[in-house]
C-alpha cells in the first residue's frame, strides 16, 4: 500500500504516521485489492485535530473523517469508519450472487396469500 501524508497547520510528526501506517495496515483484512491511502492532518482554530482519510483501490473509493481533540483518538475513529465501509463492501462483492439474497430467492418466503413469511424454508 501507498501512503501520502498532508499536514496543515501542524508540523510534520514521524511518530503520527507510523500509527496511522500501522491502523491502516491492520485494515488490510477487508481490502480485496491494494490502493493508494491519502491521509490529510490539520488543526481547526478551536484546537480541534481533523484527520481525513481517503483510500482507492479498484473496487472503490472511500473517504471518513474525524474530529477529537486529539490526533491519535482521530485517526482511531477515522479508521474505524473506514473499516466499516470496507467491510460493507467486501461483503456485498462477496455475496452479490448468493441466491438467498436474490429478488426471486426472496419471493420464496412468501406463501399462498402473498403474505410475508420469514420463516418459510422454501427456495425458489
Known amino acids: ?3 501520502k501524508h498532508t499536514f496543515k497547520h501542524i508540523d510534520v510528526s514521524e511518530p503520527l504516521k507510523s500509527y496511522v501506517e500501522e491502523q491502516l495496515n491492520n485494515m488490510n483484512r477487508f481490502l ?3 490502493g493508494q491511502f ?3 492532518y490539520s488543526k481547526g482554530k478551536h484546537h480541534d485535530c481533523c484527520v481525513e482519510l481517503t483510500f482507492s483501490n479498484g ?3 472511500f473517504k ?3 474530529h477529537d481533540d486529539s490526533f491519535y483518538t482521530a485517526v482511531d475513529d477515522a479508521v474505524f469508519k473506514m473499516s466499516k465501509q470496507c467491510q460493507k463492501r467486501k461483503e456485498r462483492l462477496q455475496t452479490h450472487k448468493d441466491f438467498a439474497n436474490s429478488k426471486e430467492g426472496k419471493l420464496g418466503q412468501f406463501n399462498d396469500t402473498l403474505d410475508f413469511n420469514p420463516w418459510s424454508k422454501k427456495s425458489g
Open 1 to 3: 500500500m501507498k501512503f
Open 32 to 34: 480485496l485489492k491494494d
Open 38 to 40: 491519502q491521509v490529510f
Open 59 to 61: 473496487n472503490g473509493h
Open 64 to 66: 471518513a473523517a474525524a
